[in-house]
């Protein structure tokens, strides 16, 4: 993908030399003169190179955070089993879900493939279901990819290995993780042309985030991260058709990608570029059905099984609702749910709260005095998803990590705040110890929750600041309109709303 973006965003000048050859070279030169002031200017090399080195050691060092659940014993039987004996995964927070999902999803089943294979979880309960794989297709079909990997591998090691589940989990944790770190790598490159020359120092901590050491391998975020990262480096470059494949995918692996059409649509609709932006949803549409439709038609009751089960889901530990409920004894919107119920209530409200901030964020789009940056929405609106969704799995704040950097350029705030979501993840895995084994409980953890959104909403309203008063941007302070503009960098406005200057001053 790498290569593809490089060629696709290259020009090619011939080797032309008579009369006409001076001007098209002048023309050229000023083009692309244009262009890089668009971006900023690149870092330096060696910056890039140091960079590209950070990343790799914190993506080692991420692997080995995770190693020591990695780590087996022999078993009395003289089998092979994981060393998670006195929850070891929680005391050393190594816990990763590609491990125990390698079995729980049933895929070291010989000829088991994704969506089409079932289980009946529950049996002889009254919370009886049938089960089948609950991830997006994509990424459902990444794990199958792994599965075959690891238990070809195991085959070919042979010896006890061969015949070990608890080996085969290994592997597939390994290969996931590879697919993870290249993601990531692909994403920091992106990040590194997305970023302006003046402030260099932001590509250094997207390499070396704390986030990244503690979230890199716990699940399959980091391609959804990637096709999303890369789907605004496309943009950035004018190719809104690849940009909006990029989003399809992305939205195939985890659905938030999705929200980046939103942002795009309210600029686009500012700068008078419905007509690029239908191309890029229109690309998205494609790419996405391209992987969902065979699933849906061949497996419907396994397609369907990610939403069903994000429907039934109530609120987890790390959300605002868990937190508020500990601390005030409120029951939640639907108080008591029985098995196999949705709490419809709280998936109301939810939905009714997302569809205000996305008009909030229209409303801030189309009546700033200058045209917000994409980052800078796709940030508001993926932090609003995330503070106000009833799920917020501690990688999901993944998901933040580039708009964040890209929207809000301060390394320092935004090193505290992967600092915060590290120890959100710390906390998390002390809550699931026992507290007969020294686990913090819920306390902790909702504290640490109420911190870690009083922080991001601090970061919003800095975001809606600079907004609002683009001259305080250090993006924009530069003489730059915005490095991921794009068909929308220095375009005129055409429709912009009107609000009485002391409404925006306020703000």
């Known amino acids: 993908m790498h290569r593809a973006l490089r060629l696709l965003a290259s020009a090619h000048v011939g080797d032309y030399d008579g009369p006409m050859a001076a001007p098209a070279a002048a023309e050229v030169g000023e083009h692309r003169r244009r262009r890089t002031a668009l971006r900023g200017g690149r870092a330096p090399l060696g910056l890039g190179a140091l960079a590209t080195a950070i990343t790799v050691a914190t993506l080692l060092l991420a692997w080995a955070q995770k190693s020591p659940c990695l780590e087996t014993y022999r078993a009395p039987g003289g089998g092979i089993s994981l060393e998670w004996r006195n929850y070891r995964q929680y005391r050393l927070a190594c816990y990763s879900d590609p491990v125990p999902l390698y079995g729980a999803e049933h895929l070291d089943e010989p000829g088991a493939f994704p969506y089409q294979v079932s289980w009946i979880e529950g049996q002889g309960t009254s919370a009886r279901r ?19 990997g690891a238990q070809g591998y195991t085959s070919l090691v042979g010896g006890a290995a061969a015949h070990s589940v608890t080996s085969a989990a290994i592997a597939f944790f390994d290969i996931l993780a590879a697919v993870a770190a290249a993601c990531w790598l692909y994403a920091v490159w992106c990040l590194r042309r997305l970023t302006p020359g003046r402030l260099p120092f932001l590509m250094l901590l997207a390499a070396a985030a704390p986030l990244v050491i503690v ?29 909006g494949a990029l989003i399809g995918l992305g939205t195939a692996a985890k659905l938030y990608p999705l929200l980046l059409l939103i942002p795009l649509l309210v600029l686009c609709l500012r700068a008078g570029k419905l007509a690029e932006w239908r191309r890029a949803l229109l690309a998205a549409l494609l790419s996405w059905e391209a992987v969902n439709l065979p699933i849906l038609v061949l497996y419907p009751q396994g397609w369907i099984e990610f939403f069903r089960m994000n429907s039934l889901r109530g609120a987890n530990p790390e959300t605002l609702y868990s937190a508020i409920m500990h601390f005030t004894g409120w029951g939640g919107f639907d108080g008591p749910l029985a098995t196999n119920q949705a709490p419809t209530e709280l998936n109301a409200f939810i939905a009714a709260v997302m569809i205000l901030v996305t008009a909030a964020v229209g409303v801030v789009a189309l009546s700033a005095p200058r045209r917000p940056r994409v980052a800078q929405l796709g940030f508001l609106l993926v932090c609003a998803f995330l503070i106000t969704n009833k799920v917020w799995s501690p990688q999901y704040s993944l998901w933040l990590l580039p708009l964040a950097l890209l929207a809000l350029p301060r390394p320092r705030v935004i090193l505290v705040w992967t600092l915060m979501e590290a120890w959100v993840w710390v906390a998390t895995m002390y809550n699931l110890l026992p507290e007969a084994e020294g686990g913090f409980g819920m306390g902790p953890l909702a504290i640490t929750v109420f ?8 970061l919003c309203a800095r975001v809606l600041y600079e907004i609002y008063h683009p001259e305080r941007d250090p993006v924009r302070a530069g003489g730059i309109d915005d490095p991921a503009g794009g068909v929308l960098s220095d375009a005129p406005d055409r429709f912009r709303l009107r609000v009485r200057r002391r409404l925006s001053c306020a703000t």
């Open 451 to 458: 911190v870690r959104a009083a922080l991001l909403l601090a």
């Open 215 to 243: 979230q890199a391998y716990t699940n399959f975020d980091m391609m959804a991260v990637a096709f999303a990262t890369g789907s605004m480096y496309a943009w950035s470059r004018g190719r809104v058709t690849l940009a």
């Open 130 to 148: 049938v089960r089948h794989m609950e991830y997006p297709v994509l990424t459902g079909l990444l794990m199958w990819v792994a599965a075959k």
